[in-house]
């Protein structure tokens, strides 16, 4: 917020600041006609924020912006005869106010030099006084969640390594797991310090909202589509340790590689027609239904390794057992695709959240799959990794966002690990924050639609959907909302995984 001091003609109710300062021996100007009381600074040494302004005699007067049409920066800075001084907090980004004075013009000011010590004084002020503002508050809310959730996910793995010949019942290789895991998160971080300045330099910028809470329109924008560098890493790593040969890998990666697809002309549309939205909401819908019931169809007509002997099969809890679905696994298997990447879609609205959760969600399926097909563990290892390394630059306050190429990917390469194992109950629970995330926009938009029908104007359950836009708006920090859906989701997918070995 900046506040503008202009100069004033008024000489009327004099304030001398600082109050210990000799009055002023100079008769007062002329005031005009419904000028206001102005302010009067006298032989003393004004200071705000750290910066320090030497001055005789300084009229001034301040402006409010709701009270008075405030001209431009252009039209009072080219006067001639003006000086100006600017006076600012220093906080960086974060800077809420700022403050500038001019001289006025029908009053002598004599003019100053300042020192070079005199100025070498003010700087070494002005760095003493950043350090102890920023380490009031730079309390890194951003890194404390990744350190959190790597922390859990890094014990959880490697725990999960150590024992997982009593879950497989099978010789396994050393660090199942945990080697594509740390590989996509080491590689993707890496890459990422080169791929985001890359998107900043061609201005591919996040298209803010318009429905969206004011308080995002006042960050800085960063960059979006930041699934073209790790969501491919993902994949690469992942199809690179489990080769070729194994056909679950090779399918999983080509859906990804699809939906990942989808979303890149969604956000190449949204660029260039610099809206909120691409691709319309029934073609981008068809288009995710075509991928999906070409994936269901190949799962139907290819050889698939299964311990079962049957495939279509649904593993559930006791004492539900295997249930065979037959055509309606087809059908499970397409809205599975469909609503796990609009699932993602929808909770990419804050720092760190949708990449967070997903990495969560792919390690319980890893562990869900693990006792059918080994190698699609180590796809959702290596995509939990991916979506690590990207947490680096997404952490609050984000770098870049994943758009739709990346959320949209990570949407289908969860639904293909569940379609080719048939643990759709697990993907649910583990996805629990996406389930339900879109469960509060079917409802609002349900309840506005009924309502704009029946009544003539639409009313609202919620402030905004999603579900954590809602938070904001009841006040919750952004970083507060992000570690709740972590914690929220770490034992989500705890839960799916205990679920997942009971039903196998």
Request: charged share 15%; glycine share 8%.
């Amino acid at each position: 917020m900046r506040a503008r001091l202009a100069p004033s003609v008024a000489g009327g109710d004099e304030l001398p600041i600082p109050a210990r300062a000799a009055r002023s021996r100079r008769p007062p100007a002329r005031r005009s006609a419904g000028a206001r009381p102005g302010l009067k600074i006298h032989n003393k040494t004004f200071q705000r924020l750290g910066c320090r302004l030497r001055q005789s005699l300084i009229s001034c007067r301040a402006f409010d912006e709701d009270s008075i049409d405030i001209p431009s920066l252009d039209d009072w800075g080219g006067s001639e005869g003006t000086s100006g001084y600017m006076i600012s907090s220093s906080d960086g980004e974060d800077s809420d106010s700022e403050m500038i004075l001019n001289p006025s013009n029908d009053m002598d000011v004599p003019k100053y030099k300042v020192s070079t010590n005199d100025a070498l004084t003010i700087t070494a002020h002005r760095f003493a006084l950043i350090g102890r503002r920023r380490r009031k508050r730079r309390i890194k809310h951003g890194i404390l969640n990744n350190m959190g959730l790597i922390t859990f996910m890094t014990t959880f793995i490697l725990l999960l390594d150590w024992c997982a010949w009593r879950i497989v019942r099978l010789p396994l290789p050393q660090f199942h797991l945990t080697r594509p895991f740390f590989m996509s998160a080491v590689i993707a971080s890496c890459i990422g310090y080169i791929f985001v300045p890359l998107l900043d330099s061609f201005n591919i910028y996040q298209i803010l909202r318009k429905e969206g809470p004011v308080k995002h329109y006042l960050k800085k924008r960063a960059p979006t589509m930041g699934g073209l560098f790790f969501v491919p890493v993902g994949i690469a790593v992942a199809q690179a340790i489990a080769g070729f040969s194994s056909t679950e890998v090779t399918a999983a990666n080509v859906a990804t590689l699809a939906f990942a697809a989808i979303g890149f002309i969604d956000d190449n549309l949204t660029l260039v027609k610099n809206r909120n939205h691409g691709l319309s909401a029934w073609l981008k819908l068809l288009l995710e239904v075509v991928v999906a019931t070409s994936f269901a169809l190949w799962l139907d007509c290819t050889r698939i390794s299964s311990p079962y002997g049957m495939k279509k099969l649904v593993p559930l809890p006791a004492p539900l057992g295997i249930v065979c679905l037959g055509k309606f696994y087809s059908l499970l298997t397409s809205f599975c695709f469909v609503s796990m990447g609009n699932g993602i879609d929808l909770t990419e609205g804050l720092d760190g959240l949708a990449g967070g959760v997903s990495a969560l969600a792919f390690i319980a399926m890893s562990v869900v799959v693990l006792p059918i097909c080994p190698d699609l563990s180590i796809f959702g290892a290596s995509m939990a990794g991916a979506c690590v390394g990207f947490l680096l630059h997404n952490r609050y306050k984000a770098s870049v966002f994943m758009g739709d190429t990346g959320s949209l990917a990570l949407g289908g390469a969860l639904a293909a690990m569940a379609a080719c194992t048939g643990m759709f109950l697990p993907l649910f629970i583990s996805s629990g924050v996406f389930v339900v995330e879109a469960f509060f926009v079917i409802l609002q938009v349900s309840q506005f639609e009924a309502t704009k029908y029946l009544r003539g104007y639409g009313d609202r359950i919620f402030q905004m959907a999603p579900l954590h836009h809602h938070l904001e708006l009841r006040g919750f920090k952004k970083p507060i909302i992000v570690a709740g859906a972590y914690l929220l989701s770490s034992v989500l997918s705890l839960f799916a995984g205990y679920v997942g070995l009971i039903s196998a």
